[in-house]
T-cell receptor
Framework: DTAVSQTPKYLVTQMGNDKSIKCEQN?????MYWYKQDSKKFLKIMFS???????INETVPNRFSPKSPDKAHLNLHINSLELGDSAVYFC????????????FGPGTRLTVL | KNEVEQSPQNLTAQEGEFITINCSYS?????LHWLQQHPGGGIVSLFM???GKKKHGRLIATINIQEKHSSLHITASHPRDSAVYIC????????????FGQGTRLTINP
């Protein structure tokens, strides 16, 4: 059973397109995150939702819009894709009641041509 | 300067050697994660600790809150331990934002 899943695993698209990445967790967690890993493998937080409410919104361009239809899902929509958006995007989740371990999805490798 | 610094950035060793990866941080934290990322790309949490020491098999993690320092040790290293090891700290604020180190690329040769 996959705990945190992401689709698609790979995404290749042209500059200017709009694309979405989906994340689902079956752990019963109420807090989910999106992280970006750049070409130098450095990870940085983008967004976090707790029970469908946005609680972390780092300095991310407005072209990135997270959406959480329910606490098990956190999707990331990206408008007007740019070359610099090429990266691996990781979703993660945790149980929000205490300081708890985060569980990561397998990542989505986005390549913008 | 990054809030979380790891050393070394790259480490190559022979199978069987004792490995130490260090992590220093400059902010107040509620806990610290050690993560492993294999060449395939997936990220696995190895430990989360807020004090003292934890052990899983051949892996040991320690943290000294006063000195703002943590270490990850691997005993009897094996080629399958080759991966990037990432230290990440959890801030004190309620959202539990992870701030990551730059990672240590470990290569164990047979």
């Amino acid at each position: 059973d996959t705990a945190v899943s992401q689709t698609p695993k790979y995404l290749v698209t042209q500059m200017g397109n709009d694309k979405s990445i989906k994340c689902e967790q079956n752990l019963g967690h109420d807090t989910m995150y999106w992280y970006k890993q750049d070409s130098k493998k450095f990870l940085k937080i983008m967004f976090s939702y707790n029970n469908k409410e946005l609680i972390i919104n780092e300095t991310v361009p407005n072209r990135f819009s997270p959406k959480s239809p329910d606490k098990a899902h956190l999707n990331l929509h990206i408008n007007s894709l740019e070359l610099g958006d090429s990266a691996v995007y990781f979703c993660a989740s945790r149980d929000g009641l205490a300081v708890n371990e985060q569980f990561f999805g397998p990542g989505t490798r986005l390549t913008v041509l | 300067k990054n809030e979380v610094e790891q050393s070394p950035q790259n480490l190559t060793a022979q199978e069987g050697e004792f490995i130490t990866i260090n992590c220093s941080y400059s902010v107040g934290i509620s806990a610290l994660h050690w993560l492993q990322q294999h060449p395939g790309g997936g990220i696995v949490s190895l430990f989360m600790l807020s004090s003292g020491k934890k052990k899983h098999g051949r892996l040991i993690a320690t943290i000294n809150i006063q000195e703002k320092h943590s270490s990850l040790h691997i005993t009897a290293s094996h080629p399958r331990d080759s991966a990037v090891y990432i230290c990440a700290v959890i801030g004190i604020q309620g959202a539990q934002k992870l701030v990551f180190g730059q990672g240590t690329r470990l290569t164990i040769n047979p």
